[in-house]
């Protein structure tokens, strides 16, 4: 007797396009003795099958448990169909059209049936550069628009040859409905061609050649993934020393590429974690401990304890890596001041000074994606989130109603924007500092292509408080032009609620925000950048901050740390007393010059002097008494991230700290220095070493956090702590605080997979305008 | 002339004496301090009357008028003082049009107590502006406000001049293509001002590059006036103030280049030391040019001629894209957003 069917028509919604759905579950429906169809949807994918009602049900359970590694289903709903089945078989059918809420997914590291092909002597891809499947190769850099098809892709200028097309419709193959599927005969081209004339280079094997090239020292700018990037060997020293020259980067370390897991460990501590995520689809930078006496060149990282190290993620870097057996730098290729060009013809105008050769290819760059950056402690810690993690929705905190489309605009370094839509958020990929020109002229281009690509237009606009923000500014402008309402949120509380909603805190739930960063406008118009706040996502009420010091010069007190120290040393009074240590001690022979007679005239007239409750700022007085780093730093954080290397050693062997003193008021607490300046001067005088002296200065940091917090805590019985800002950066402060906050039975939340950085803020800012209750 | 009316009984007392309320009464003390003050200054090289108005005979062309406020502290700073800086720059305000500048009103507003010996010395330094300047002062007004409700002097002045070359310079016609030159050293009036009133000791002095600047100008409209198709002083909000309002009202983008820009060394070192930027600093004896760049390097030359064009250099060109916007390129390679100045000389601090 013939078998009672049924029929279903199933919705699905999330990431579910370009990740090898369809083939996936006309499998699935095939085993399962299925008839209907499979088609992509701009709102997911919808599916129609017919069989036996015991072989649906079974089909439906494996659709969510069995799904694609790559694929993230949000929502799978399913209805009884009451007709019977027009079709006869299992078909895949073309995409159909309407409004877009499916999401454009992040470009894959090559899957190992790919490296394994592209390694194989015998197989048509053999060293073909541009070799993927549905399992790997490029997506967000590729997509002009949703949904995701050939047409809507840079590869749309390339026909299949004849075997590729039947790959490509061949539902058993892993490249069938690989968008990006090509080949040598069909697929785009690479070549290699000098920057300065224009002489043929023998372009047979134009990778092993670039490889030579490389290992000769030369310097040469590659079309990647996500954009240039400039490159050369990491062992000679000329070469890294003439691209830190034509960057204008002189110390901020680079980032390195080895060509597997084995070279890795020649020159860093890889732990099992941090393989992972080395290996992981993501393909990031990893920031792992370095190894001391490498032969990798001097100038990569100096002074740092860490280097960043990635694998490769391409065909073409696989193959480039393959022949060569030195590891390479690889860095964003960019005028300094300019964005990651995508562009061969900007490359060749821009680069041809820079660099000895380019490595071209023909398939558009279609979205400047830079390199992700993660570090393992073994909690993840996100530095940049960018290539391989931009595309991914992040879920909303349960309890808030995202009924109206938000963009939060972020702040101005390392500026990251937001869209919320019903389904998540999406936060964009990291776009650089809007103190560069050419970051802030493409800024509205950057979040017009967001909001086409995510067909979403919002209603609410929110910015930071900061009026004077290029990123406010714009958002403003943006909010005219497109009618929404403006909405300013509180830096250090889009801190918090970044954080907040990472975990997915409730909505009536209070924190304590512990937000240590640089700078950001507070309520009162004073900098603020030390401050504890007691927080829900509406609201927020500060109950201590540092205390506040004039940022003596303004923003360049940012770029000079001793600055800071002479701003300290006179707030605490001890200016006069210490300026009889002129001889004696390094530090205070900078700061009794007639420079720093001026600057303490311009700071009592308050010419050009704000005050600034910052935790960043007090990092730099401190490594500038200790006499760690340039006088003039040249990357963000710079001398921070050296005392913390310094403190590194001792860290785990020093538990005491120097006096904290916080004086208690009836609406703010506040941390004083004067004790802490006194005793570590003290330490100074004496000749105690600084790795000591640095690993104290991070124990009284976590003292005063820990006393301020135990202090609130009794009052409002309030447990959860959320760690924000840039500062959490450093890792001692973060693990020292996690384990005291840990004994003392605290709940404790930390970024992980947002930076805690401000590339995290357009997050916290989107949540606190969702918060909101009433019309928005 | 001096004998016509009854004075109080004492002449002026120029060593101890202060202005007082009934100096500015309508009464005989106001007439005595117009006298023994603005007329013994202005009579000489002016055509100063007494009246409440002053008749003019002005050249064939076409007509221009300016006014500006004059509010500073200190009152005397190297290099000049608020009367040489208050017919200076309504002077510059008509140059910028390409005028010829003829004649000036002034207006003061007193603060009691303000030393006589200062208002003479105030006077008597504009006379001599002006007279430099082949301005006359025709007509004037005097009030004195209560002891606390002035910085000591307020000037107001209003000039009026003539365009008689071929010129047609307005904020809105800079063109893409055309060259940016300006006239001197940047910021030096600003860091001037700024380290006297602060009292910041550096170790060498500056003074203010206050000057009046039509005769540069005529210079330059007689040998280049058809292709000159913009003139701005960069006085308060500087440099940024001026390029930003240029690049909105003619809605082109500019870019600089920051290593062009003339500065003297202790502006330089003063402004890293205190965190100023240079091209947010006021100047009261400069100009911005927009020029036809065929004419750029004629033009600098001509500029270069005048002693107050000595330092003059293209820092910049005037572009079609990003309308609006003033970028620098910086020393470094990279390049900045020059955004319009705020309230205050300060950056902006992210």
């Not at chain 1, 990291?430 to 017009?448: C, N, P, Q, Y």
């Not at chain 1, 005219?480 to 830096?491: D, I, K, S």
């Not at chain 1, 770029?559 to 006069?576: F, T």
């Not at chain 2, 965190?275 to 004896?285: R, S, T, V």
């Amino acid at each position: 007797m013939e078998p009672v069917k049924s029929g279903l028509r199933i919705t699905i919604s999330g990431t579910v396009q370009g990740v090898g759905f369809r083939p996936f579950v006309w499998r699935l429906a095939r085993s399962h003795q299925l008839i209907g169809s499979v088609q992509n949807s701009p709102q997911g994918v919808n599916i129609e099958a017919w069989g036996e009602p015991s072989q649906l049900t079974l089909f439906t359970q494996r659709l969510s448990l069995e799904a694609p590694p790559l694929a993230e289903i949000i929502a799978l709903n399913s209805q009884p169909i009451h007709f019977a089945s027009p079709l006869s078989s299992f078909e895949i059918l073309p995409s159909s059209r309407g409004h877009v809420s499916t999401l454009a997914t992040d470009d894959v590291a090559l899957c190992e049936a790919c490296v394994a092909e592209i390694f194989d002597r015998d197989n048509r891809r053999f060293r073909y550069p541009f070799t993927n499947c549905t399992e790997c190769g490029p997506r967000l850099s590729i997509i002009r628009r949703l949904p995701y098809d050939r047409d809507n892709t840079s590869m749309q200028p390339f026909s299949q040859c004849q075997e590729c097309l039947a790959e490509y419709h061949e539902p058993r193959d892993r490249r069938f409905h690989a968008q990006p599927n090509c080949c040598s005969h069909c697929g785009p081209r690479l070549w290699l061609q000098p920057a300065v004339f224009d002489a043929e280079l023998p372009q047979n094997d134009v990778i092993a050649l670039a490889a030579q090239l490389l290992q000769e020292g030369k310097l040469l700018a590659i079309k990647s993934l996500g954009g240039f990037r400039l490159t050369c060997s990491a062992l000679n020293e000329e070469a890294v020393a003439r691209l830190r020259t034509c960057k204008h980067r002189p110390d901020k370390p680079l980032a390195l590429m080895a060509r597997n897991l084995a070279m890795v460990a020649d020159y860093a501590l890889v732990s099992d974690a941090e393989k992972i995520a080395l290996r992981s689809t993501v393909n990031p930078i990893v920031l792992l401990k370095r190894l001391a006496n490498t032969e990798l060149a001097k100038s990569i990282a100096p002074d740092q304890n860490h280097l960043g190290f990635m694998l490769p993620g391409t065909a073409l870097e696989h193959i480039l890596l393959a022949d060569l057996d030195v590891p390479l730098v690889m860095t964003s290729g960019n005028v300094s001041g300019e964005v990651q060009i995508i562009d061969n013809v900007i490359a060749q105008r821009d680069l041809a000074e820079a660099v000895d050769f380019f490595l071209l290819h023909d398939r558009d760059i279609v979205r400047r994606l830079d390199d992700s950056v993660v570090r393992v402690l073994p909690e993840p810690m996100t530095i940049r989130r960018a290539r391989g993690l931009c595309g991914k929705r992040l879920p909303l905190p349960t309890s808030l109603n995202a009924a109206i489309p938000v963009l939060a605009m972020g702040a101005d370094l390392k500026n990251t924007f937001c869209l919320v839509r019903q389904d998540g958020a999406l936060l964009s990929s990291h776009m650089g500092d809007l103190a560069d020109g050419g970051t802030v002229l493409r800024f509205k281009e950057f979040i017009a292509d967001y909001l086409a690509l995510y067909g979403n237009s919002p209603k609410w606009i929110a910015v930071d408080q900061h009026r004077d923000y290029v990123s406010t500014q714009i958002g403003q402008q943006l909010a005219l032009e497109l009618g929404c309402r403006v909405f300013a949120v509180q830096h250090h509380h889009a801190h918090v609620a970044a954080v907040m909603a990472e975990h997915n805190i409730n909505q009536d739930e209070q924190v304590l925000g512990v937000v240590f960063d640089g700078l950001g406008m507070g309520v009162d118009g004073e900098l603020w950048g030390g401050e504890f706040l007691l927080a829900n996502y509406r609201t927020f009420k500060r109950f201590a901050r540092l205390q506040p010091v004039p940022l003596p010069g303004g923003a360049r007190a940012m770029k000079e740390p001793w600055r800071n120290l002479l701003a300290h040393l006179e707030v605490a009074g001890l200016s006069m007393e210490l300026k009889g240590l002129a001889n004696s001690l390094a530090c205070m022979e900078r700061l009794t010059d007639y420079r720093s007679e001026i600057l303490l005239q311009a700071v009592k007239r308050g010419l050009n002097s704000p005050m600034a409750s910052s935790c960043g700022r007090l990092f730099d007085a401190v490594a500038a008494a200790l006499c760690v780093g340039p006088e003039t730093i040249t990357f963000e954080g710079q001398a921070a991230l050296l005392l913390e290397n310094t403190a590194q050693s001792e860290f785990d062997r020093v538990f005491d700290h120097y006096p904290v003193n916080i004086k208690v008021g009836a609406h703010l607490n506040q941390v004083e220095w004067r004790a802490f300046w006194q005793a570590l001067f003290l330490d100074l005088q004496r000749g105690v070493n600084k790795t000591i002296i640095a690993a104290k200065f991070h124990r009284t940091l976590i003292a005063i956090t820990m006393q301020a917090l135990i202090l609130q805590r009794s009052k409002t019985a309030v447990n959860k702590v959320v760690l924000a800002g840039g500062v959490f950066q450093n890792t001692l402060l973060l693990r020292g605080l996690r384990e005291n906050l840990m004994q003392t039975g605290f709940e404790i939340f930390a970024a992980e997979k947002l930076p805690c950085h401000d590339g995290g803020l357009a997050f916290g800012q989107a949540m606190i305008a969702l918060s909101v209750p009433g019309d928005k | 002339m001096s004998q016509m009316f009854c004075y109080p009984d004492t002449p002026l007392d120029f060593v101890d004496g202060v202005v007082e309320m009934n100096h500015g009464s309508g009464g005989r003390a106001m007439a005595q301090l117009i006298d023994s003050v603005f007329l013994v200054a202005f009579q000489e090289t002016s055509k100063w009357s007494k009246n409440d108005f002053a008749e003019l005979h002005l050249p064939p062309g076409r007509c221009v008028m300016s006014t500006d406020s004059y509010v500073i502290s200190p009152l005397f700073f190297p290099g000049g003082d608020i009367g040489s800086l208050a017919v200076h720059g309504t002077i510059n305000d008509l140059a910028m049009s390409g005028a010829r500048p003829l004649y000036l009103s002034v207006g003061f507003i007193l603060e009691e107590g303000l030393p006589l010996a200062d208002l003479k010395k105030i006077a008597l330094s504009m006379a001599k502006a002006a007279a430099d300047a082949g301005v006359a002062i025709v007509t004037g007004d005097t009030k004195v406000v209560e002891r606390g409700k002035g910085d000591g002097v307020f000037i107001n002045t209003t000039g009026l001049g003539v365009i008689e070359g071929q010129i047609d310079a307005a904020g809105n016609r800079a063109r893409p293509g055309d060259s940016i030159i300006v006239s001197g050293t940047v910021g030096d009036h600003g860091i001037a001002i700024m380290t006297q009133r602060e009292g910041l000791k550096f170790e060498s002095s500056l003074c203010s590059d206050s000057a009046a600047l039509h005769g540069l100008v005529a210079l330059m409209v007689e040998t280049f006036g058809p292709y000159i198709h913009c003139l701005r002083d960069p006085t308060r909000g500087g440099v940024a103030a001026v390029l930003n309002e240029v690049a909105q009202q003619s809605e082109v983008g500019m870019v600089l280049t920051e290593a062009a820009i003339p500065i003297k060394k202790m502006v330089a070192g003063a402004c890293e030391l205190l965190g100023l930027d240079p091209l947010f600093i006021a100047n009261e004896g400069k100009l911005l040019c927009f020029c036809e760049s065929e004419v750029a390097e004629s033009l600098l030359a001509v500029m270069r001629s005048h002693p107050l064009g000595r330092d003059a250099a293209n820092i910049g060109t005037v572009v079609l894209k990003d309308p609006g916007m003033v970028l620098v390129e910086t020393a470094m390679g990279g390049s900045r957003l020059l955004d319009w100045p705020l309230g205050e000389p300060l950056p902006r601090i992210c």
